[in-house]
């Protein structure tokens, strides 16, 4: 007990020795990376802000903000800062002030990074549920650079809807399930089951991935499955457009596909052997301190998910 006192005794000697108002300055520059624009942000002058920067470099030992080419930009030690600056601030206003979250009044953006196959299938849903809980809010929906490791500090994600087959280094939870499929054009054989579409139709191919093609093909391609590929495309939901007009195969999400024979008539198919899950994942903004907020959002994506969930287990 000793031991920790004297420790904590340490470190508030070491905060009451800062100008712990320079935090409100830092962090400005550091989203801003301008000294014009941070100075407004916060109400000082330009030469105030300038001053209070200087003082930072020489706390920090940093030169923090530095030019390279024509723009400004931060030093990796204020790429560090940014996350934990913007934490100690919301903590320190929620102790000052706790927020009253509100939904039925509240105007804040609600920032969510998805991939364009889930913001295709949820996104009406979460806009829908939006519009009755929260009608004052702006959906906020980022659909590039998932795997970015700034993608939370840097464009403000308040969650991440990840496919199953994607890392995270934070704590995930399963939102609804989702599972590759074959989708065909609407004349194609009648009869035929799905690997004989894959072996006797033209393949329109997906090839936005980093290893050029999706798990789907590699598991034809382990079976040694024989397929003809005459188009591929980078934007996943191109495929199920170009079916309806071309004649020809591909493979997709099922819960996508749902949606495209509903409004274009599309085959679709099991797909003919055992491959990974594409469920979809919650992932928080690990500084996301507004846990009213958090609660209110999850339960939100649960309702907007409910539909997927339903028919998440029905078979074609």
């Known amino acids: 007990m000793t031991d920790a006192r004297t420790s904590s005794e340490r470190e508030l000697a070491r905060l009451a020795s800062a100008d712990l108002n320079l935090l409100v300055p830092l962090l400005a520059v550091l989203e801003e990376r301008s000294v014009t624009r941070a100075a407004a942000r916060v109400g000082l002058s330009q030469p105030a802000m300038s001053h209070a920067l200087r003082r930072l470099r020489s706390l920090m030992n940093?030169?923090?903000?530095?030019?390279?080419?024509g723009a400004m930009v931060l030093t990796p030690r204020a790429e560090e800062l940014v996350a934990p600056v913007r934490r100690a601030l919301?903590?320190?206003?929620?102790?000052?002030?706790?927020?009253?979250?509100?939904?039925?009044v509240d105007e804040r953006i609600i920032a969510i990074a998805l991939t364009t196959s889930t913001a295709f299938v949820l996104g009406p849903r979460l806009?829908?549920?939006?519009?009755?809980?929260?009608?004052?809010?702006?959906?906020r929906l980022v659909t590039s650079n998932l795997d970015s490791p700034t993608m939370f500090t840097d464009a403000g994600i308040d969650v991440l809807l990840l496919?199953?087959?994607?890392?995270?280094?934070?704590?995930?939870?399963?939102?609804?399930?989702?599972?590759?499929i074959v989708i065909a054009s609407p004349d194609v054989r009648a009869d035929a089951s799905a690997l004989e579409l894959i072996t006797e139709e033209p393949h329109v191919v997906f090839t936005g991935v980093?290893?050029?093609?999706?798990?789907?093909?590699?598991?034809?391609?382990e079976h040694e499955v024989q397929y003809t590929v005459r188009a591929t495309v980078s934007d996943y939901l191109v495929i199920p457009h170009l079916l309806t007009t071309w004649r020809g195969?591909?493979?997709?999400?099922?819960?996508?596909?749902?949606?495209?024979?509903?409004?274009?008539?599309?085959?679709?198919l099991e797909f003919p052997f055992p491959i990974q899950s594409l469920a979809i994942h919650v992932v928080w903004n690990p500084w996301l301190v507004d846990d009213q907020y958090r609660r209110w959002l999850r339960s939100v994506l649960i309702e907007a998910s409910e539909p997927l969930r339903a028919r998440a287990g029905e078979l074609l």
Do not use: K
């Open 249 to 268: 195969v591909a493979t997709h999400r099922y819960q996508v596909g749902v949606e495209f024979r509903a409004s274009h008539g599309l085959r679709l």
């Open 90 to 104: 919301h903590e320190s206003s929620r102790i000052l002030s706790p927020p009253a979250f509100d939904p039925m």
């Open 127 to 139: 806009q829908r549920v939006l519009a009755r809980r929260a009608p004052n809010s702006t959906l």
């Open 210 to 221: 980093p290893t050029g093609r999706t798990r789907s093909y590699e598991v034809l391609d």
């Open 62 to 69: 940093d030169q923090l903000l530095v030019r390279q080419g």
């Open 163 to 180: 496919p199953e087959a994607f890392s995270s280094p934070y704590p995930r939870e399963r939102l609804y399930d989702d599972r590759v």
